[in-house]
């Protein structure tokens, strides 16, 4: 026989996890589009300040010197960067998942013990 109760229970069950699931993506989504606004911002004011350095250079060979360390500095700041954002998506993926760890063990054991029977 159905049970009312019960039905209540899980379907209150699952609103919960979804909502904390959805939570700690936000939180994350929003972490996320703040470094990356952070780091355009500096990369940004970065190239301002190349440029400037740039334009008052007197010899073709320090022109070159200067934009060559430039170059590697931004490139080595972008590989940082980049490995920082893809760590907090792992990081956001863990997360988000975290509240169903629970209910689908629970559901994988159920159908486990369905199935021996």
């Given amino acids: ?3 009312f109760d019960e039905a209540n ?3 209150k069950e699952a609103m919960d996890t979804v909502l904390k699931s959805y939570s700690s993506l ?11 606004a952070d780091y355009s911002k500096k990369s940004f004011e970065d190239g301002f300040a190349h440029f400037e350095k740039l334009s008052g250079v007197k010899s073709f060979e320090a022109a070159v ?4 360390t430039f170059v590697k500095k931004a ?12 760590e907090m998506y792992s990081d ?4 988000a998942y975290k509240p169903y760890e629970g209910p689908v063990a629970k559901t994988t054991a159920a159908a486990k013990s369905a199935a021996a029977a």
């Fill in 65 to 68: 010197e200067l934009q060559t």
């Fill in 92 to 95: 956001l993926a863990k997360d």
């Fill in 26 to 36: 936000a939180k994350g989504m929003q972490a996320i589009a703040t470094e990356a």
């Fill in 75 to 86: 490139y080595e700041s972008y590989i940082a960067e980049a490995t920082k954002i893809g």
């Fill in 9 to 11: 229970a899980k379907g």
């Fill in 1 to 3: 026989m159905f049970n």
